[in-house]
């Protein structure tokens, strides 16, 4: 099979794609009803799984159409694009102190990796310049009070 071929539109009651996202119509395992699965390319597991509307004889599942494949794409990506949010925040965090009378914005970056996680502390002034940078554990607790220590303490790497 070429490219062309695998990514070619599929339009049938139970499987819908688009070449980019794929919607599977599946046995809903929690009753006896039916779900809809999302699935971006390249990806194992579903970006989405939602309930999915009954036919008219309330025994089957309701045909896929192109208005309720582009509101599950619609909602797919909202999906994805909040738990990279939520990612992003859980990862980076930042708090914004007053030392000396100098505003002073201390962030804190964490790097995921299997082998264990890295995490870096900067500080930067009124003017975005970089004053600061240490290494840090994953687990250190960024808060105002640990960044006011930090900066008060000269930016030396905290224990």
């Avoid at 809903?28 to 999302?38: C, I, Q």
């Amino acid at each position: 099979m070429n490219d062309e071929e695998t990514n070619a539109p599929v339009n049938e009651p139970r499987l819908w794609s688009d070449g980019q996202w794929t919607a599977r119509v599946i046995n809903n395992d929690d009753d006896d009803g039916w779900a809809v699965a999302m699935y971006l390319e390249g990806q194992s597991e579903p970006a989405l799984v939602g309930p999915w509307t009954m036919g008219r004889d309330k025994k089957n599942p309701k045909p896929l159409d192109t208005s309720a494949f582009n509101t599950l794409v619609k909602t797919a990506k909202e999906v994805i694009r909040r738990s990279e949010q939520q990612l992003h925040a859980q990862l980076n965090k930042n708090v914004t102190i007053t030392v000396k009378g100098e505003r002073i914005r201390v962030a804190m970056a964490i790097v995921p990796d299997e082998e264990g996680a890295t995490a870096t502390l900067s500080a930067f002034d009124a003017l975005d310049e970089e004053l600061a940078r240490v290494r840090v554990e994953p687990t250190f607790k960024l808060n105002v009070d640990t960044a006011t220590a930090w900066a008060a303490g000269g930016f030396e790497r905290p224990r």
